[in-house]
């Protein structure tokens, strides 16, 4: 670190326009900071408001505030769709998180506490899932489901969306199990618990925020996942809002407020989760450089 | 005895079926598949050898496909790489830290909403009578405004556009948690030996945080390659193709028309690439461990 700043700053030099550059510097980028600013939040801000205004007003009055707050708009979206839609993603969501880290748990735990043939192989295995995509394996995963008698059930969705998320929840899981002192085991092992109540009540209480991190970007996938969704269940009673939202857009033919208010309610509790689950969910990114 | 023998593969064992049936058996299937010429709605297979690749690379799909790809990479790459990190950079220089984390959180919203509601939010705003003609009207850019998602010259680019506006934010974050992790010293110290703010972000910043833009720019690369819910949601590839991608017409061929050997020869050529840059995202990150 130190040799590297030491090489860096040779390039550094002071020169009498430094000061007036680095404000006009720093006033441009405040300034296009700004416009960004509001590039981002302009659309996000006009849903919101269009969301409560009828069909004609959205394009009649695109910049005001609806002249009459329909909260109508809302109910509708709600009565329309979006409660099913809304219930079938909090249910795959769930379920999913909960399939991943028990399958993540149990494989993480062998592989940190066993010595065994093959060890090394199945860890590779676990890990190398995160290099293949799901979206190439569209075609194959849809025969696949169709052979299994999974077609058209939510369970599909959360077997695959599980086995997706796997690699990394091992991965954050594994790395911290690994951390975790062989005395606690010997212990355990001297008071007579066996493995699995050791790993019950021992190593995952004490790997709560690794838990945590895992679930939220576990459930922040199955919330928002839509190729899948969409292909493998048919039946409108059972989409989830990424694929439903389709469906909703195509009952609603003009109903745009409506519409807009049915994105928001979607939009509103990943944005919830993330304002609580923020710390969790910023070092699960930055530790698994995984995307959205 | 036997009990201890088998019991490291009785925990592995459920996770290890889910990650072969669904995550290890169907890339072998796919490469089977490519080699047939296999019809989905009269269910007839013929093994053809390597005539869906032959077929794939001479057809003009493919080609229009693949450059809309390589678009996509290059404009990803320029914003979620290169902006997003001078981004980051200002904001961690702002001397007001309420505004930053205002700024922070509100650029990081975008990619935590499902492309289906930004897709859908964006058909509104590019619609001929949408936000986004309005604004120029305002503007007085009357003469630009146009049915974005109908053009063919501006269909891809409109995409484009809304996956920067997602995506920037996000690893504007990724960039924001490497720079917190530079010691201040180093640019106090900058600071005494007179560095400007764009020589301390050049040298000091950006060397500094190298491993963060390398998997950035890996995850950047292979998004732009596998990119699909955005485009089939707004444009579905049209108007007249002119916005497919490799996924989209891997998707129109297998289940708009059941041409399932074709497709997965589609399949197989997007994974090969993909591949390419998850193993380069792979070996970065086992060697930052």
Known sequence: MKSRYNKSIRYLNYNGMKEITDNLGSMVAKLIIVLFFMIIAGPLIWMVVSSFKSSNEIFSNIWGLPGQWL??????????????????????????????????????????????????????LALCGM????????????????????????????????????SLSFLLIQSFFKSIDKAYLDAAKIDGCNNLITLIYIFIPMSKPIFVTSAVLTGFYSWNEFSFALIFVKDSALKTIPSGLLAFQGEMHAEWGVLLAGLVISAVPIIMFFVFAQKYFIAGISAGGVKG | MLKKKIAPYLYIIPGLLILLIFVYYPIFRNIEYSFLKWDLFSGTKKFVKFTNYLSLFRSDEFGVAFKNNILYIIISFIFQVGISVIFASILENMKYKKLSTL????????????????????????????????????????????????DEKTAIFSIIAVSQWKSTGYTMMLFIVAIQKIPTEINEAAKIDGATRLKTFLHITIPLIKDMIKI??????????????????????????????????????????????????????????????????????????
């Open chain 1, 71 to 124: 909260f109508t708009n809302y109910v509708e979206a709600w009565n329309t769709g979006i409660s099913k839609y809304f219930i079938n993603s909090v249910f795959v969501t769930v379920c999913t998180i909960i399939l991943t880290l028990i399958i993540c748990s149990l494989y993480a735990y062998s592989i940190t506490i066993f010595d065994f043939k093959g060890k090394k192989c199945f860890f590779i």
């Open chain 1, 131 to 166: 290099m293949f995509s799901p979206i190439v394996s569209m075609i194959p995963l849809y025969q696949e489901v169709q052979v299994l008698g999974l077609y058209n059930r939510r369970i599909a969705l959360i077997l695959i969306y599980s086995a997706y998320q796997m």
């Open chain 2, 103 to 150: 700024f922070r959180t509100t650029f990081f919203l975008p990619s935590l909403i499902s492309l289906t509601i930004i897709g859908l939010l964006f058909t509104f705003i590019y619609k001929t009578d949408g936000l986004l003609n309005s604004i120029l009207e305002v503007m007085h850019l009357g003469d630009f405004t146009k049915g974005w998602l109908g």
């Open chain 2, 216 to 289: 950035s720019t890996i995850i950047t690369i292979s998004g732009g390659l596998l990119v699909f819910n955005e485009i089939f949601i707004m444009t579905n590839g049209g108007p007249y193709g002119s916005s497919e991608v490799l996924s989209t017409i891997m998707y129109k061929n297998a289940f708009v028309h059941g041409n399932i050997g074709y497709a997965s020869a589609i399949a197989n050529v997007i994974l090969l690439l993909s591949f390419v840059f998850s193993a380069l995202q792979f070996i970065t990150k086992e060697s930052d461990n």
